[in-house]
C-alpha cells in the first residue's frame, strides 16, 4: 500500500478529524460556488437595516420616505434574507460566503508562503551548519520577538489595506516557527544514514534537500501547516476587527467590526461570523490533530 | 606500501591524514596511512571501534563531516587524485565508479520511499536513463540480489525488509552503477549469522561477476578468513601491518596482530592486552602501540617506526623488524 493511502487510512479514524476535513470541503464549496447562488455582498438597502432572520423580529426606528422621518417599526425576518441582514441592509448570507473566501484565501496562501520561507530557511540552516545556521537561526530569532500586530499597523499605515498586503504580511513574518520546526527535524535527519548513504551514491545537496529531507519532513510540515491555517484566519479578522483590513472586501472581521455596535438589538451581524470563526477555527485544528496523531509512529 | 606501478592497482591511497578539530583538541582519527587495493580483489580493513576504519572509508569517498577533514594526502584513482577534484567531479566518481555499504541496513534506506523507487533513484542521479529502462534494470539487480519476487517487493517500502534483505537492497543499490570499488563498511555486523554467511558469499559471487575491488572493512576476524585476499590493520588510526590473508593469519608480525589473532576461538597462547586503546587526541608518543605491547623495549616509547616491508607483500611498522 502506499504510503499517502496509509495515512489517509489512519486519518479516517479520527471521527473530530474526518468532521474538520467536512466542514473545510463544505466551506471550500460555499466559498467557490456560493456568490453565484446569492445576492451582491455589497448591495446596501436601507429599507431592509438590521432584519432579522426568518422568525425573529427587531422593534427599531427607521426612515420613512414618505412621511420624510423616522418612524418606529417592526422588522420582521423573511426569506429573502435567510440569515437577516447588517446595520446597512447587506444580506448576510452572501457576506458570510465572500468572508469565507477571504478567510480560506488567507488562511491557505498565508500559511503557504510561511511554510515555503521557513521550510526552506530551516533545511538550508540545518543542512549546511555552521555559520550559515547561526545567520539564520539569529535572523529567526530577531523575526520572532518582533511584535506582529504592530509591524502590520505600520504597513497598512503605510501602503494603505489591500488583502493583497494583509496575505503577505501574514506569510512573510509567520514562518518562524515553521523554520524551527523543520531545522530540528532536519537536524536530526542528516546525520542518518540513509542521507550519508545517498551522498555515498552521488546525490547533490538538492537532491538530498529535495528528494529526501523534504519528503522525511513532510509529515511535519503538513500537520504544522494545518494548524497554522486557523492562526492566519485570526489575525485577518482581528486586523480586520480594528478597522485595518481591507475595506474593499467583506470578511468576517469586518462584518464583526460593523456588527459590534447594535450587539444588543441586532446580535445575529456579530453572532453569525462568529460563529463561522469559531468553527472554521475548530475545523482546521480537529483536522491538523487528527494529522498529528495519524503520523504519530507505531499505533497500530 | 606496494611498488607503485604493479599491476592493476585501481586505488592507491598515501600518506592520508584525517583530523577531528574538536573543543578538547585534535583527534588524529586517520593518521598517514597508505595502502592500494588492486583490481577485483577484497581488501580488508580490521580494526577494533574507534580504529580509523570508518573514517578511513569515509574519506575515500570525502564524505567526511565537519569538524573533520582531509588534512593531507593522495588518493588516486583512474589517474586522478581525489582529493583534487571538484565537489561536482566527486559526485560523478562516488556511486558510479566507487560505491558504499554502510553497516546499519536498517537505517540505510529512506522510509518514506520504494525500494524500487530508492535504487532507481541512485541509477538515474548518474546516468540518462527512463524511467521504464530504470524498472527492468531493477528487477534484474533484486534478482541479482536474490530477492524473491522482484516485481512485487519493488513497490513495498524498507520497513517491510528484514535486516538481509535490507542489505541485500542496499548492495542492489551500490552496484546498480557497476562500480569499480565498493567500500563495505562493516555491512554485515548488523545481521545474523546464517544470513552473514550467505551475504558475505554474495559478495565473494559478484566481485567475480563485476570484477571489482571490494574493501571490505570489520573487526570480525571469522569474516575476514572467509572472504579477504588481503588484510591492513589499523590500530589508533593508522595502519600497523598489511600483507596477503594467508601470510597474516599464519606469521602475524606485529604484536598487536599476534594478539588479536590469538583471539579465536581454538587457539592457543592467547595474549590478553593490558589496558585500553589510549585516546586519539593525544596518542602515545613513539609507536602508538608501546603503552599495551606485551613486547615493547626502549626505542619504542621515543621513536615512531616505519612501515618496512619484512617479507614480500608483509609490511610491518615495527621496532623489532627494523
Given at each position: 500500500m502506499k504510503l499517502t493511502a496509509y495515512y489517509w487510512e489512519r486519518t479516517k479514524r479520527y471521527r473530530s478529524a474526518m468532521a474538520g476535513l467536512e466542514f473545510i470541503v463544505f466551506l471550500i464549496i460555499l466559498a467557490a460556488a456560493g456568490p453565484f447562488f446569492t445576492v451582491s455582498p455589497t448591495h446596501v438597502d436601507f429599507n431592509e437595516k438590521n432584519m432579522p432572520p426568518p422568525g425573529f423580529m427587531l422593534e427599531q426606528s427607521m426612515y420613512n420616505a414618505s412621511s420624510g422621518g423616522f418612524v418606529t417599526t417592526v422588522q420582521h425576518g423573511s426569506w429573502a434574507h435567510p440569515l437577516g441582514t447588517d446595520g446597512m441592509g447587506r444580506d448576510m448570507l452572501a457576506m458570510l460566503i465572500s468572508g469565507a473566501r477571504v478567510s480560506l484565501l488567507v488562511g491557505l496562501l498565508a500559511t503557504g508562503i510561511a511554510i515555503i520561507i521557513g521550510a526552506l530557511i530551516g533545511i538550508t540552516s540545518a543542512y549546511f551548519g555552521g555559520a550559515m545556521d547561526s545567520i539564520l537561526m539569529r535572523a529567526t530569532d530577531i523575526f520572532m520577538t518582533f511584535p506582529f500586530l504592530l509591524l502590520l499597523i505600520l504597513i497598512v499605515y503605510l501602503f494603505g489595506s489591500s488583502l493583497t498586503l494583509i496575505i503577505l504580511a501574514i506569510g512573510l513574518t509567520g514562518w518562524t516557527g515553521t523554520a524551527r520546526l523543520v531545522r530540528s527535524e532536519t537536524l536530526s535527519l542528516r546525520t542518518r544514514e540513509f542521507i550519508i548513504a545517498s551522498k555515498a551514491l552521488g546525490a547533490s545537496h538538492l537532491r538530498i534537500i529535495f528528494y529526501h529531507l523534504l519528503p522525511n519532513i513532510l509529515s511535519s510540515i503538513i500537520v504544522l501547516a494545518t494548524l497554522s491555517i486557523p492562526g492566519a484566519i485570526l489575525a485577518e479578522a482581528a486586523l480586520s476587527f480594528i478597522g485595518l483590513g481591507d475595506p474593499q472586501v467583506a470578511s468576517w472581521g469586518n462584518i464583526l467590526n460593523a456588527g459590534q455596535g447594535s450587539l444588543q438589538t441586532a446580535w445575529w451581524v456579530t453572532v453569525e461570523p462568529g460563529m463561522m470563526l469559531f468553527f472554521t477555527v475548530l475545523a482546521f485544528n480537529f483536522l491538523g490533530e487528527g494529522l498529528r496523531q495519524a503520523f504519530e509512529p507505531g499505533g497500530d | 606500501?606496494?611498488?607503485?606501478?604493479?599491476?592493476?592497482?585501481?586505488?592507491?591511497?598515501?600518506?592520508?591524514?584525517?583530523?577531528?578539530?574538536?573543543?578538547?583538541?585534535?583527534?588524529?582519527?586517520?593518521?598517514?596511512?597508505?595502502?592500494?587495493?588492486?583490481?577485483?580483489?577484497?581488501?580488508?580493513?580490521?580494526?577494533?571501534?574507534?580504529?580509523?576504519?570508518?573514517?578511513?572509508?569515509?574519506?575515500?569517498?570525502?564524505?567526511?563531516?565537519?569538524?573533520?577533514?582531509?588534512?593531507?594526502?593522495?588518493?588516486?584513482?583512474?589517474?586522478?587524485?581525489?582529493?583534487?577534484?571538484?565537489?561536482?567531479?566527486?559526485?560523478?566518481?562516488?556511486?558510479?565508479?566507487?560505491?558504499?555499504?554502510?553497516?546499519?541496513?536498517?537505517?540505510?534506506?529512506?522510509?518514506?520511499?520504494?525500494?524500487?523507487?530508492?535504487?532507481?533513484?541512485?541509477?538515474?542521479?548518474?546516468?540518462?536513463?527512463?524511467?521504464?529502462?530504470?524498472?527492468?534494470?531493477?528487477?534484474?539487480?533484486?534478482?541479482?540480489?536474490?530477492?524473491?519476487?522482484?516485481?512485487?517487493?519493488?513497490?513495498?517500502?524498507?520497513?517491510?525488509?528484514?535486516?538481509?534483505?535490507?542489505?541485500?537492497?542496499?548492495?542492489?543499490?551500490?552496484?546498480?552503477?557497476?562500480?569499480?570499488?565498493?567500500?563495505?563498511?562493516?555491512?554485515?555486523?548488523?545481521?545474523?549469522?546464517?544470513?552473514?554467511?550467505?551475504?558475505?558469499?554474495?559478495?565473494?559471487?559478484?566481485?567475480?561477476?563485476?570484477?571489482?575491488?571490494?574493501?571490505?572493512?570489520?573487526?570480525?576476524?571469522?569474516?575476514?578468513?572467509?572472504?579477504?585476499?588481503?588484510?591492513?590493520?589499523?590500530?589508533?588510526?593508522?595502519?600497523?601491518?598489511?600483507?596477503?590473508?594467508?601470510?597474516?593469519?599464519?606469521?602475524?608480525?606485529?604484536?598487536?596482530?599476534?594478539?588479536?589473532?590469538?583471539?579465536?576461538?581454538?587457539?592457543?597462547?592467547?595474549?590478553?592486552?593490558?589496558?585500553?586503546?589510549?585516546?586519539?587526541?593525544?596518542?602515545?608518543?613513539?609507536?602508538?602501540?608501546?603503552?599495551?605491547?606485551?613486547?615493547?623495549?626502549?626505542?619504542?616509547?621515543?621513536?615512531?617506526?616505519?612501515?618496512?616491508?619484512?617479507v614480500s607483500g608483509h609490511f610491518v611498522m615495527c621496532h623489532l623488524y627494523s
Amino acid at each position: 500500500m502506499k504510503l499517502t493511502a496509509y495515512y489517509w487510512e489512519r486519518t479516517k479514524r479520527y471521527r473530530s478529524a474526518m468532521a474538520g476535513l467536512e466542514f473545510i470541503v463544505f466551506l471550500i464549496i460555499l466559498a467557490a460556488a456560493g456568490p453565484f447562488f446569492t445576492v451582491s455582498p455589497t448591495h446596501v438597502d436601507f429599507n431592509e437595516k438590521n432584519m432579522p432572520p426568518p422568525g425573529f423580529m427587531l422593534e427599531q426606528s427607521m426612515y420613512n420616505a414618505s412621511s420624510g422621518g423616522f418612524v418606529t417599526t417592526v422588522q420582521h425576518g423573511s426569506w429573502a434574507h435567510p440569515l437577516g441582514t447588517d446595520g446597512m441592509g447587506r444580506d448576510m448570507l452572501a457576506m458570510l460566503i465572500s468572508g469565507a473566501r477571504v478567510s480560506l484565501l488567507v488562511g491557505l496562501l498565508a500559511t503557504g508562503i510561511a511554510i515555503i520561507i521557513g521550510a526552506l530557511i530551516g533545511i538550508t540552516s540545518a543542512y549546511f551548519g555552521g555559520a550559515m545556521d547561526s545567520i539564520l537561526m539569529r535572523a529567526t530569532d530577531i523575526f520572532m520577538t518582533f511584535p506582529f500586530l504592530l509591524l502590520l499597523i505600520l504597513i497598512v499605515y503605510l501602503f494603505g489595506s489591500s488583502l493583497t498586503l494583509i496575505i503577505l504580511a501574514i506569510g512573510l513574518t509567520g514562518w518562524t516557527g515553521t523554520a524551527r520546526l523543520v531545522r530540528s527535524e532536519t537536524l536530526s535527519l542528516r546525520t542518518r544514514e540513509f542521507i550519508i548513504a545517498s551522498k555515498a551514491l552521488g546525490a547533490s545537496h538538492l537532491r538530498i534537500i529535495f528528494y529526501h529531507l523534504l519528503p522525511n519532513i513532510l509529515s511535519s510540515i503538513i500537520v504544522l501547516a494545518t494548524l497554522s491555517i486557523p492562526g492566519a484566519i485570526l489575525a485577518e479578522a482581528a486586523l480586520s476587527f480594528i478597522g485595518l483590513g481591507d475595506p474593499q472586501v467583506a470578511s468576517w472581521g469586518n462584518i464583526l467590526n460593523a456588527g459590534q455596535g447594535s450587539l444588543q438589538t441586532a446580535w445575529w451581524v456579530t453572532v453569525e461570523p462568529g460563529m463561522m470563526l469559531f468553527f472554521t477555527v475548530l475545523a482546521f485544528n480537529f483536522l491538523g490533530e487528527g494529522l498529528r496523531q495519524a503520523f504519530e509512529p507505531g499505533g497500530d | 606500501m606496494d611498488s607503485e606501478n604493479e599491476l592493476g592497482t585501481v586505488l592507491s591511497v598515501t600518506g592520508l591524514c584525517t583530523y577531528f578539530f574538536t573543543k578538547k583538541g585534535i583527534v588524529k582519527a586517520v593518521d598517514n596511512v597508505s595502502f592500494d587495493v588492486r583490481k577485483g580483489e577484497i581488501m580488508c580493513i580490521v580494526g577494533e571501534s574507534g580504529s580509523g576504519k570508518t573514517v578511513t572509508a569515509l574519506s575515500l569517498l570525502r564524505l567526511v563531516e565537519h569538524p573533520g577533514r582531509i588534512v593531507e594526502g593522495k588518493i588516486m584513482f583512474d589517474g586522478k587524485n581525489l582529493l583534487d577534484l571538484t565537489l561536482r567531479e566527486m559526485r560523478d566518481i562516488r556511486g558510479k565508479k566507487i560505491a558504499m555499504i554502510f553497516q546499519d541496513p536498517h537505517s540505510s534506506l529512506d522510509p518514506v520511499f520504494t525500494i524500487g523507487e530508492q535504487i532507481a533513484e541512485a541509477m538515474t542521479a548518474h546516468k540518462g536513463i527512463t524511467k521504464g529502462e530504470a524498472k527492468a534494470r531493477v528487477y534484474e539487480l533484486l534478482k541479482l540480489v536474490d530477492i524473491p519476487e522482484p516485481e512485487r517487493r519493488f513497490h513495498e517500502y524498507p520497513h517491510q525488509f528484514s535486516g538481509g534483505m535490507k542489505q541485500r537492497v542496499m548492495i542492489a543499490m551500490a552496484l546498480s552503477c557497476k562500480p569499480l570499488i565498493l567500500i563495505a563498511d562493516e555491512p554485515t555486523s548488523s545481521l545474523d549469522v546464517t544470513i552473514q554467511a550467505l551475504i558475505l558469499d554474495m559478495f565473494i559471487e559478484l566481485r567475480k561477476k563485476f570484477n571489482m575491488a571490494i574493501i571490505y572493512i570489520t573487526h570480525d576476524l571469522w569474516v575476514i578468513r572467509y572472504i579477504s585476499d588481503r588484510v591492513a590493520v589499523m590500530y589508533l588510526g593508522i595502519i600497523v601491518e598489511s600483507a596477503d590473508k594467508k601470510e597474516i593469519f599464519e606469521n602475524p608480525l606485529h604484536p598487536y596482530t599476534q594478539a588479536l589473532l590469538s583471539s579465536l576461538p581454538g587457539k592457543k597462547g592467547r595474549i590478553l592486552l593490558k589496558g585500553e586503546v589510549p585516546s586519539p587526541v593525544n596518542p602515545p608518543e613513539g609507536c602508538r602501540f608501546h603503552s599495551r605491547c606485551p613486547k615493547r623495549f626502549d626505542r619504542c616509547e621515543k621513536i615512531e617506526p616505519e612501515m618496512k616491508e619484512v617479507v614480500s607483500g608483509h609490511f610491518v611498522m615495527c621496532h623489532l623488524y627494523s
